[in-house]
């Protein structure tokens, strides 16, 4: 069967590329495009380790087909930071060592920031309902939890300057 | 003593923290060499049964596939890292036969250009199996008659071990309390599945693999054996590993052997990946035990005697045979003062995926047992729990029965103080909450669990301290990091010793090439093991630092201090040379002596302390669903001193959720020697919204032989969750379940035969 041709802006770079009708987002990221950031944990959707932002939504992008990003805006965990500053959640799962292994964390953080652009005051409860899509084996979600509430913090103080 | 201390006791940032939230840390799964071959590997799907004919022909003919590799020629690696110490034990390291044990036991190994092309030549291989009778359940492989899974038989390892005399010790109690407990099969569900690693064997005849193996040195070891190479010609290059909890503890099932002689076969890195599936269905898992438990107690809760008989389901290879046996029995016994005591067990082989390593080791299962039938206990002599494993457990000073090791720290006392005051157990032990069918209730349960293998396995350790001529420090370890950040903490000990900030250490990568001798990451090791021998290496490289200062100063070394990076005499402080500048002379100003500052230190702990813990829950049960929902938890570990407190909290409550899961919603449902819930949907972990309140206590009790004091925690954290929760639940209704994990539907069961 012919590939598809799509364009997707990634990061704010935008590409042309050739698809097969079948190839999911997770699959152009990670090998097409070399974005390892963005983790394969089951293939199902059932880990949320594969989350992206595809118009400013977290996605699950194991799901998702790379026609079906078509025209859209895919923001992956390498396009959070800007230049060397960090991104404030980056920022507060550094300070809070809300990592061990890190695998589940480019997911986390990408969940966290979908969440965090439409509710900018989330209680923690609001947090962990968001996170319910991504399995964490190692943190038990506490530090996590505390790092997304404080990184909201931080981005309120920021917007009200 | 903690008033002296600048770096140990600060939670200071991990050093992979920026690389982990940027995504720049390659894992496994992220690896790519050029030329690169794809593998996949045929699994068997029989659960016991001869492959008698591998016809590969088809499959080689494929036009993309590279090449071919069967269980004829490549042997299954079945080692235990004790058969390492004699060379008999070497040599019976890997076996070869042509039996497949399990569903998902790999056959056959393919090596395609794409990982397609490699999935289709699968279908292209043609096996011809001879079926052979299985058996699923460990007591009927226990049986005369039942099926022979190895030529040895079912019986992969027992031990019978009896201290002090059990049947006059039951004479002697008042009360004598007998149960049987199972466990369930729960798995360690990483989120990087357990697989991806390149194999890499170059026309040189040396072999480079990149696994996320806990032990490099050791699979570095067995893999070299497997091909018959001298071992100088096998690397491991460990990637950041998403995740480990045991599972990648030795060699994964099929996956670094495979790889390996599919390299060498086409002199091409392949690499090889497992689906979700795959790591559910046939990688290792925790061991289901049966516990009989009998315990012997006065009428004033004074322990007379215990008797433990233990089966435990090893499944198709029993690379832990040994080991999650030993260690269970070891953790049994050495909770309680109890001076009668007996342990029997018996690690069985069944038609079933492998088990293996898992967080604890053994010691969750026992633990469920032991503290099930203590509050058993308590409830019948009316005694406060609490107060019951105060009057009994082994503390401060006494002898483990089993190795002779002294308890040399004991934080026992200070992790229930502190934990049931943080928890209000007295206040709410009183109360009874009801609300519609909910009825909240309260249970707890402590634990010790020993750190690292001292006395049961070969156990070394080494490092290397390199001075900088600007007065950094580059050290050189083999101690694996999984992500429980223990290159941080070994950096911070080391900076402790020096006298520098952590900042101003970089800690290796793990190569075996550059990295010396460690038998890698596992029973909570490295913090303690680990940072002994750090330690040791920065006091040689301080040590051989002053002797050229002295030199340099014409002072006696025993007259000289470094403080702020400088080198003085104590007696004369205007004699002095900075750091950097002793440095400088001695690598690149002094053309006659050119040397850098270093230090080694390799070798074993001298214990392994006991890490012990306490854990207070609070839990809802609907009687009408049997739901159960664990509001709150308190629990206290006393890790000797946290080096970094941060990391411990995070080792703490990420164990406590695994325990949860263990105790309420984990474990594989194996039907026929089937996996039926190889996913995230029918295998439940807790996720964000399931976690209760977790109150995580540093209980600090100075271990003295460890460096300023510390021990472990990781696998501790876990070990007693179980039976708190048990414990919990019969407190709120009544109802006490002696099977893992407690489902609904098990409590249910048991609210319906009370009525």
Redesign the interface.
């Given at each position: 069967m012919a590939k598809v041709k799509i364009g997707i802006s990634v990061n704010g770079k935008c590409y042309e590329l050739d698809v097969e009708f079948y190839e999911t987002l997770l699959n152009v990221l990670?090998n097409k495009l070399g974005?390892?950031?963005?983790?394969?944990?089951?293939?199902?959707g059932?880990?949320g380790?594969c989350t992206v932002n595809i118009n400013g939504e977290a996605i699950l992008s194991c799901l998702t087909l790379a026609v079906q990003a078509d025209g859209k805006e895919i923001l992956?965990?390498?396009g959070?930071?800007n230049g060397t500053k960090?991104h404030p959640?980056?920022e507060a799962?550094?300070?809070?060592?809300a990592?061990?292994?890190?695998?589940?964390?480019?997911g986390v953080?990408m969940a966290a920031k979908a969440l965090l652009d439409c509710d900018p005051k989330p209680s923690e409860?609001t947090?962990?309902?968001a996170?319910?899509n991504?399995?964490?084996?190692?943190?038990?979600?506490?530090?996590?939890?505390k790092a997304i509430l404080e990184a909201a913090k931080t981005m309120r103080g920021k917007h009200e300057k | 003593m903690k008033s002296e201390l600048s770096v140990v006791g600060k939670?200071v940032?991990?050093f992979?923290?920026?690389?982990?939230?940027?995504?720049?840390?390659?894992?496994g799964?992220?690896l790519k060499m050029d030329n690169m071959l794809y593998a996949k590997l045929l699994r068997s799907p029989y659960p016991h049964a001869k492959a008698v004919k591998i016809d590969t022909t088809k499959a080689e003919s494929h036009p993309r596939v590279r090449a071919v590799v069967t269980i004829n020629e490549a042997p299954k690696v079945i080692g235990a890292v004790a058969m390492l110490m004699t060379e008999e034990g070497m040599k019976s390291l890997d076996m070869f036969d042509n039996v497949v044990r399990f569903i998902g036991d790999p056959v056959a190994a393919v090596a395609a250009e794409d990982e397609e092309s490699a999935e289709e030549a699968l279908s292209l291989i043609d096996v011809e199996y001879k079926q052979l009778p299985p058996v699923f359940d460990p007591l009927e492989a226990l049986k005369e008659t039942a099926p022979k899974i190895h030529k040895s038989g079912n019986i992969a390892f027992n031990v019978l071990k009896e201290f002090g005399n059990v049947d006059k010790g039951f004479r002697k109690a008042d009360y004598i309390l007998e149960n049987r407990y199972t466990t369930s099969k729960q798995k360690?569900?990483?989120?990087?599945?357990f697989s991806t690693c390149i194999a890499n064997y170059g026309l040189d005849g040396r072999l480079t693999v990149y696994s996320s193996s806990q032990r490099p040195h050791i699979i570095k070891r067995y893999l070299a054996g497997a091909l018959g190479l001298p071992v100088n010609k096998v690397r491991i290059i460990k990637p950041?590993?998403?995740?480990?909890?045991g599972g990648r503890d030795y060699l994964i099932h099929g996956l670094e052997v495979m790889c390996s002689f599919l390299s060498r076969k086409t002199g091409r890195p392949v690499r090889m990946s497992f689906?979700?599936e795959e790591d559910f269905e046939a990688t290792e898992a925790r061991h289901p035990f049966i516990i009989e438990l009998k315990t012997g107690v006065t009428k004033e809760g004074i322990l007379t005697a215990m008797s433990i008989k233990a089966v435990m389901d090893v499944g198709g290879y029993g690379p832990h045979a040994v080991g999650v046996l030993v260690n269970a029995m070891n953790n049994g016994i050495r909770l309680y003062r109890c001076p009668n005591q007996r342990f029997e067990g018996y690690s069985v082989y069944t038609n079933t995926s492998l088990c293996g390593a898992y967080r604890a080791y053994g010691n969750p299962q026992i633990n469920f047992a032991l503290e099930s039938q203590m509050d058993m206990i308590a409830e019948k002599l009316g005694i406060d729990p609490v107060e019951l494993r105060l009057k009994n457990y082994r503390g401060l000073g006494e002898l483990d029965p089993i190795t002779g090791d002294e308890t040399r720290s004991d934080g026992m006392k200070e992790c229930l103080r502190k934990a049931s005051k943080k928890f209000g157990w007295n206040d709410k032990r009183t109360k009874r909450i009801a609300e519609g069918t909910k009825r909240r209730g309260v249970g707890m349960s402590c634990l010790s669990h020993n750190t690292g293998g001292r006395f049961s396995i070969p156990d070394p350790a080494s490092a290397i301290v390199m001075f900088n001529t600007d007065g950094s420090v580059n050290l050189v370890t083999a101690a694996a990091d999984?992500?429980?950040?223990n290159k941080t903490v070994l950096a911070q000990i080391a900076a402790e010793e020096l006298g520098i900030g952590w900042e101003q250490i970089s800690v290796s990568d793990t190569d075996t090439d550059v990295t010396p001798l460690d038998s890698g990451t596992h029973g909570s090791r490295q913090t303690y093991a680990g940072g002994i021998v750090v330690k040791k290496a920065a006091a040689e490289a301080k040590k051989a630092l002053i002797s050229a200062a002295s030199e340099h100063l014409n002072v006696k070394p025993e007259r000289l201090s470094i403080k702020d990076g400088v080198i003085y005499d104590t007696k004369n402080p205007a004699t002095s040379i900075r750091v950097n500048n002793i440095l400088r002379m001695l690598q690149y100003e002094d053309l006659s002596i050119g040397k850098q500052i270093i230090g080694v230190a390799t070798g074993v702990a001298p214990s392994w302390p006991p890490i012990h813990g306490a854990n207070f829950v609070e839990v809802e049960v609907d009687i009408e669903t049997g739901e159960v929902r664990v509001v709150k938890l308190a629990c206290a570990f006393d890790v000797g001193k946290a080096i970094n407190p941060?990391?411990v909290?995070?080792q703490i409550?990420?164990?406590?959720?695994?325990g949860i899961g263990y105790a309420l919603t984990e474990g594989l449902i194996v039907k026929d020697g089937k996996v039926l819930n190889n996913?995230?949907?029918d295998y439940r972990?807790?996720?964000?919204?399931d976690?209760p309140e977790?109150d995580a206590i540093i209980v600090e009790s100075n271990e003295p032989t460890g460096a300023f004091g510390a021990k472990g925690v990781g696998e501790a954290t876990n070990a007693g969750t179980a039976a708190a929760i048990a414990n919990a639940i019969y407190d709120a209704v009544g109802v006490r379940v002696k099977e893992l994990p407690i489902t609904q539907e098990r409590i249910l069961k048991e609210l319906h035969s009370l009525k």
């Amino acid at each position: 069967m012919a590939k598809v041709k799509i364009g997707i802006s990634v990061n704010g770079k935008c590409y042309e590329l050739d698809v097969e009708f079948y190839e999911t987002l997770l699959n152009v990221l990670r090998n097409k495009l070399g974005l390892t950031g963005t983790k394969f944990g089951c293939g199902k959707g059932e880990c949320g380790a594969c989350t992206v932002n595809i118009n400013g939504e977290a996605i699950l992008s194991c799901l998702t087909l790379a026609v079906q990003a078509d025209g859209k805006e895919i923001l992956t965990i390498e396009g959070l930071q800007n230049g060397t500053k960090l991104h404030p959640l980056q920022e507060a799962f550094v300070k809070h060592s809300a990592i061990q292994c890190g695998y589940c964390t480019p997911g986390v953080i990408m969940a966290a920031k979908a969440l965090l652009d439409c509710d900018p005051k989330p209680s923690e409860e609001t947090v962990r309902k968001a996170l319910a899509n991504n399995l964490c084996r190692c943190t038990g979600y506490d530090k996590p939890v505390k790092a997304i509430l404080e990184a909201a913090k931080t981005m309120r103080g920021k917007h009200e300057k | 003593m903690k008033s002296e201390l600048s770096v140990v006791g600060k939670s200071v940032t991990r050093f992979d923290a920026f690389d982990k939230v940027t995504g720049k840390a390659k894992y496994g799964i992220d690896l790519k060499m050029d030329n690169m071959l794809y593998a996949k590997l045929l699994r068997s799907p029989y659960p016991h049964a001869k492959a008698v004919k591998i016809d590969t022909t088809k499959a080689e003919s494929h036009p993309r596939v590279r090449a071919v590799v069967t269980i004829n020629e490549a042997p299954k690696v079945i080692g235990a890292v004790a058969m390492l110490m004699t060379e008999e034990g070497m040599k019976s390291l890997d076996m070869f036969d042509n039996v497949v044990r399990f569903i998902g036991d790999p056959v056959a190994a393919v090596a395609a250009e794409d990982e397609e092309s490699a999935e289709e030549a699968l279908s292209l291989i043609d096996v011809e199996y001879k079926q052979l009778p299985p058996v699923f359940d460990p007591l009927e492989a226990l049986k005369e008659t039942a099926p022979k899974i190895h030529k040895s038989g079912n019986i992969a390892f027992n031990v019978l071990k009896e201290f002090g005399n059990v049947d006059k010790g039951f004479r002697k109690a008042d009360y004598i309390l007998e149960n049987r407990y199972t466990t369930s099969k729960q798995k360690h569900c990483a989120i990087e599945p357990f697989s991806t690693c390149i194999a890499n064997y170059g026309l040189d005849g040396r072999l480079t693999v990149y696994s996320s193996s806990q032990r490099p040195h050791i699979i570095k070891r067995y893999l070299a054996g497997a091909l018959g190479l001298p071992v100088n010609k096998v690397r491991i290059i460990k990637p950041h590993t998403g995740g480990a909890f045991g599972g990648r503890d030795y060699l994964i099932h099929g996956l670094e052997v495979m790889c390996s002689f599919l390299s060498r076969k086409t002199g091409r890195p392949v690499r090889m990946s497992f689906t979700r599936e795959e790591d559910f269905e046939a990688t290792e898992a925790r061991h289901p035990f049966i516990i009989e438990l009998k315990t012997g107690v006065t009428k004033e809760g004074i322990l007379t005697a215990m008797s433990i008989k233990a089966v435990m389901d090893v499944g198709g290879y029993g690379p832990h045979a040994v080991g999650v046996l030993v260690n269970a029995m070891n953790n049994g016994i050495r909770l309680y003062r109890c001076p009668n005591q007996r342990f029997e067990g018996y690690s069985v082989y069944t038609n079933t995926s492998l088990c293996g390593a898992y967080r604890a080791y053994g010691n969750p299962q026992i633990n469920f047992a032991l503290e099930s039938q203590m509050d058993m206990i308590a409830e019948k002599l009316g005694i406060d729990p609490v107060e019951l494993r105060l009057k009994n457990y082994r503390g401060l000073g006494e002898l483990d029965p089993i190795t002779g090791d002294e308890t040399r720290s004991d934080g026992m006392k200070e992790c229930l103080r502190k934990a049931s005051k943080k928890f209000g157990w007295n206040d709410k032990r009183t109360k009874r909450i009801a609300e519609g069918t909910k009825r909240r209730g309260v249970g707890m349960s402590c634990l010790s669990h020993n750190t690292g293998g001292r006395f049961s396995i070969p156990d070394p350790a080494s490092a290397i301290v390199m001075f900088n001529t600007d007065g950094s420090v580059n050290l050189v370890t083999a101690a694996a990091d999984d992500g429980q950040g223990n290159k941080t903490v070994l950096a911070q000990i080391a900076a402790e010793e020096l006298g520098i900030g952590w900042e101003q250490i970089s800690v290796s990568d793990t190569d075996t090439d550059v990295t010396p001798l460690d038998s890698g990451t596992h029973g909570s090791r490295q913090t303690y093991a680990g940072g002994i021998v750090v330690k040791k290496a920065a006091a040689e490289a301080k040590k051989a630092l002053i002797s050229a200062a002295s030199e340099h100063l014409n002072v006696k070394p025993e007259r000289l201090s470094i403080k702020d990076g400088v080198i003085y005499d104590t007696k004369n402080p205007a004699t002095s040379i900075r750091v950097n500048n002793i440095l400088r002379m001695l690598q690149y100003e002094d053309l006659s002596i050119g040397k850098q500052i270093i230090g080694v230190a390799t070798g074993v702990a001298p214990s392994w302390p006991p890490i012990h813990g306490a854990n207070f829950v609070e839990v809802e049960v609907d009687i009408e669903t049997g739901e159960v929902r664990v509001v709150k938890l308190a629990c206290a570990f006393d890790v000797g001193k946290a080096i970094n407190p941060a990391h411990v909290e995070g080792q703490i409550i990420g164990g406590e959720a695994t325990g949860i899961g263990y105790a309420l919603t984990e474990g594989l449902i194996v039907k026929d020697g089937k996996v039926l819930n190889n996913n995230f949907t029918d295998y439940r972990l807790l996720r964000a919204c399931d976690m209760p309140e977790i109150d995580a206590i540093i209980v600090e009790s100075n271990e003295p032989t460890g460096a300023f004091g510390a021990k472990g925690v990781g696998e501790a954290t876990n070990a007693g969750t179980a039976a708190a929760i048990a414990n919990a639940i019969y407190d709120a209704v009544g109802v006490r379940v002696k099977e893992l994990p407690i489902t609904q539907e098990r409590i249910l069961k048991e609210l319906h035969s009370l009525k």
